[in-house]
């Protein structure tokens, strides 16, 4: 039996050997390097000496580029409350739907998947732009309007064309629809497995269906919310192409500084320092949450 076991290990370390390889040298090295970049400084265009220093923290930290740390974690604040709101919603209506429509469904929720990321935010920039489709569609509706309240005498003001584009209302917009399928996912995977008598149980014992929603279907579907609000969160803080595309100046968040310092202002020091304090924030984030719920845990099983 003990030959048994250690001719397996060998076999899991012989398979496990490939993967982790290729994760230090492609993943953990280059993070490493990035990391000891974050102490240094540039003494000319090319050359980066690591010396210690904390001045790119240092740096990182006043009031301009704090103040974008804050308004990522915000935005992503939002677009997470958002994705939840909405995302509860269709994965209850695809848990309680047939068999059959349920994997059309399904299908519909990973269908964004199948196009570039590129592709679907200039897509959305055709529907937001002044001349885009809701534009049109207002305009549309106003032009329509407008005919009919002429006839009392009382015609409406021309239509003005909504900034719906390059602003903080575009970013917020386009990061739930980029990050919902990743909250909708987690929270089906989480309805699916629910225990339906438990409902038929709340609501034969009187409750409403608000009522069992919230005390039942809620802390049972506890795990894919917390699931779909990590997988969301995470991705919007560090989200660079979206409000690259759909924001203004305004609406700059913290990657986009950052690629600005590695590209631009050619200062890899200070850009990896600005990369690894959001990291620290997210890690520290995680870890205070991780541990709220284990108390909630110890508490509940008291």
Known sequence: MDEDWKRAK???????????????VFFLVPLAIIWAYSFGE??????????????NYAHALQPLYFGIIFKSFWFAAITTFLC?????PVAIA???????????LLLLIMLPFWTNLLIRTYALMAVLRTEGFINMGLAFLWNGLSHITALTGHPLAPFHPLELLHNNFAVVFGLVYVQLPFMVLPLYAALDRLDRSLLEASLDLGAGHLTTFARVVVPLAAPGIVSGVIVTLIPSIGAYLTPDLLGGPESMMIANVIERQFKT????PFGSALSFLLMYMTF???AVQAIVSRNRKAEASV
């Open 84 to 88: 939840l709101v909405i995302g509860f």
């Open 284 to 286: 520290i984030a995680i």
């Open 10 to 24: 060998r076999v899991f370390a012989t398979m496990a050997a490939p993967p982790v390889l290729w994760l230090a």
């Open 94 to 104: 695809i848990t309680f739907a047939s068999e059959k429509t349920k994997a059309w």
């Open 265 to 268: 202002a050619n200062n890899w």
């Open 42 to 55: 540039n003494k000319n265009l090319v050359e980066i000496t690591v010396d210690g220093t904390f001045s």
